[in-house]
């Protein structure tokens, strides 16, 4: 009774449809996500009381749960893209606040702070080359130049996420000292060696014989495919001066107009 309810209250408040960077074409043909846009409500001062909630805050899941609000369409979230979730983080926070974003900059050169505004309508989405893909799969083949070796790897999910991020965490509660970032999310983004999908395989290549330049050669083919939301900026300050790239992070800030980063 209390989903219906919930449910209820997203329907009464206006909505947007929200395409997705992947177009839905990695997720299979029966979920909802396969037809490649979200219906996403107006945010309200309930939404507010998510942002405000040190509880999540702490926790980490405060833009989760804000976002899981938002959608009306019924979908498991698990499994919908990292890519596709900025999308929509980005579609929330402009129908939340609108579509100017201030954040505060260090000049490169005078080491002045100064106040920027960024126009997030103007971020791209990276669409998925449907010439690499298999459609419904979340699967890619990838040869690793130096080791000359096969491999299949996919693109990471909110669900890949959070196992990622447990794991990481129990490793910190083994060893303070330990940054094993990288090679976990490897174990979690391949998916067989030259065939071989077995889970202890991929473990013992990538902590073994998983060398840098391969490892950097993935990281730049995933980068080439990878559909997402562009939110590298060319930031212009008072006296002209450029820098160019600048990546906006999407933090519990991103959603409070007037707090900057």
Same mark, same amino acid.
């Given at each position: 009774?209390?989903?219906?309810?919930?449910e209820?209250?997203?329907?009464?408040?206006?909505?947007?449809?929200?395409?997705?960077?992947?177009?839905?074409?990695?997720y299979?043909k029966?979920?909802?996500?396969?037809? $490649?846009?979200?219906?996403?409500?107006?945010?309200?001062?309930?939404?507010?009381?998510?942002?405000? =909630?040190?509880?999540?805050?702490k926790?980490?899941?405060?833009?989760?749960?804000?976002?899981?609000?938002?959608?009306i369409?019924?979908?498991?979230? =698990?499994?919908?893209?990292?890519?596709?979730?900025?999308?929509?983080?980005?579609?929330?926070?402009?129908?939340?606040?609108?579509?100017?974003?201030?954040?505060?900059?260090?000049?490169?050169?005078?080491?002045?702070?100064?106040?920027?505004?960024?126009?997030l309508? !103007?971020?791209?989405?990276?669409?998925?080359?449907?010439?690499t893909?298999?459609? $419904?799969? =979340?699967?890619?083949d990838?040869?690793?130049?130096?080791?000359?070796?096969?491999?299949?790897?996919?693109l990471?999910?909110?669900?890949? !996420?959070k196992?990622?991020?447990?794991?990481?965490?129990?490793?910190k509660?083994?060893?303070?000292?330990?940054?094993?970032?990288?090679?976990?999310?490897?174990?979690?983004?391949?998916?067989?060696?030259?065939?071989?999908? !077995?889970?202890?395989?991929?473990r013992?290549?990538v902590?073994?014989?998983?060398?840098?330049?391969?490892?950097?050669a993935?990281?730049?083919?995933?980068?080439?495919?990878?559909p997402?939301?562009?939110?590298?900026y060319?930031?212009?300050?008072?006296?002209?001066?450029?820098?160019? =790239?600048?990546?906006?992070?999407?933090?519990?800030?991103?959603?409070?107009?007037?707090? $900057?980063?």
């Amino acid at each position: 009774m209390e989903n219906k309810t919930q449910e209820e209250h997203k329907v009464q408040f206006p909505s947007e449809e929200v395409t997705l960077p992947s177009q839905g074409l990695l997720y299979p043909k029966d979920s909802p996500l396969s037809k $490649g846009f979200i219906q996403m409500k107006y945010m309200t001062a309930r939404e507010e009381d998510i942002l405000t =909630n040190q509880n999540l805050i702490k926790k980490g899941t405060v833009v989760d749960r804000l976002l899981q609000s938002l959608i009306i369409d019924d979908i498991d979230y =698990n499994p919908l893209l990292i890519g596709d979730k900025n999308a929509l983080l980005v579609a929330a926070r402009i129908l939340g606040y609108g579509s100017d974003y201030s954040l505060k900059m260090t000049h490169p050169e005078s080491g002045e702070e100064e106040v920027i505004t960024v126009d997030l309508t !103007e971020a791209e989405d990276k669409l998925l080359d449907k010439k690499t893909i298999i459609e $419904g799969k =979340n699967n890619f083949d990838f040869t690793l130049p130096s080791a000359n070796l096969p491999i299949t790897f996919k693109l990471l999910t909110h669900g890949d !996420e959070k196992n990622i991020q447990q794991e990481l965490k129990g490793l910190k509660k083994i060893n303070k000292q330990s940054s094993a970032d990288m090679s976990t999310r490897w174990k979690h983004i391949i998916t067989s060696i030259n065939g071989d999908a !077995e889970k202890k395989t991929i473990r013992e290549f990538v902590d073994t014989k998983l060398l840098a330049r391969d490892s950097r050669a993935l990281r730049n083919e995933m980068g080439k495919i990878t559909p997402d939301i562009d939110l590298k900026y060319n930031i212009e300050f008072e006296d002209g001066y450029i820098q160019e =790239n600048v990546e906006i992070p999407i933090t519990v800030s991103f959603f409070w107009p007037d707090t $900057g980063i």
